[in-house]
């Protein structure tokens, strides 16, 4: 195990970047890239396996519960839109995440499940109360942001809420923003002129929680 569950995100760079650097070298061996699949996708699902203490077997597992339950957050359940097997997702995971939990209290090692399960954390909600959070309603304001519906990465003022607010500001952001850099260095390093493949027409999948493409397929020039 490579992490230090007490390390701040900026002392993972180099596990990080290891983990990125593999999954572009290995997407570039096949020729044909989906960012997605290939890359976008594994790299949060490997790093915050690994960090949690899942063994390396069980990273394509936690990747695929993941997108399976965010893909169908937000969705009313008899929406047609709705991907299928997020509820056997979230038990399978809740299964596995409970033999992490006995297995860390038996023998604790270096990472996050052995630190909560041999520490003291808590949390609560007003009794009754169901809240259902929507970043991409609240980055969408018109109120807020001038035409909110067009990509703009030099927007200004860029008071985006993606990971949340104040008291409930995500506990991951300094991490998601480290696998962001961090990726792009190694893609656009490994990859230089990538541009989408002739003819593809990216296309978003439905959703409340998150905005996800279906698929991402590009060309590239490998470096030299």
């Known amino acids: 195990m490579c992490w230090r569950s007490s390390a701040t995100p900026r002392r993972h760079e180099k596990r990080v970047r290891a983990i990125a650097a593999e ?41 695929e519960w993941s997108e399976r339950t965010m893909g ?10 709705q ?6 997702a979230i038990g399978e995971f809740v ?10 209290r038996r ?6 499940v052995s630190v909560w399960v041999h520490g003291a954390i808590a949390g609560g909600l007003r009794r009754g109360d169901q809240v259902l959070i929507m970043y991409g ?30 008291t409930h500001f995500c506990l991951g952001a300094n991490l998601a923003r480290l696998e962001l850099r961090i990726l792009f260095e190694e893609l656009l390093r490994a990859l230089p ?18 905005r996800t493409l279906r698929e991402l397929r590009v060309e590239f020039t490998p470096a030299r």
């Open 137 to 166: 309603a609240a980055n969408s304001d018109d109120r807020a942001f001038s035409e909110p519906g067009r990509f703009d990465v030099t927007r200004r003022p860029g008071h985006h809420v993606a990971f949340g607010f104040g």
């Open 72 to 81: 169908s957050a937000g969705f009313r359940n008899d929406d047609p839109r």
């Open 23 to 63: 999954l572009v070298a290995a997407a570039a061996a096949k020729g044909t890239v989906d960012v997605v699949r290939d890359i976008a996708a594994p790299l949060p699902a490997i790093v915050i396996a690994e960090l949690l203490g899942f063994d390396r077997a069980q990273w394509p597992r936690c990747m």
């Open 193 to 210: 002129g990538i541009d989408l493949e002739p003819g593809f027409e990216p296309e978003f999948m439905p959703g409340y929680f998150t």
């Open 83 to 88: 991907p299928p097997g997020s509820p056997e």
């Open 95 to 104: 299964a596995a995440f409970a033999e992490l939990i006995e297995a860390r």
């Open 107 to 112: 023998d604790p090692r270096d990472d996050l």
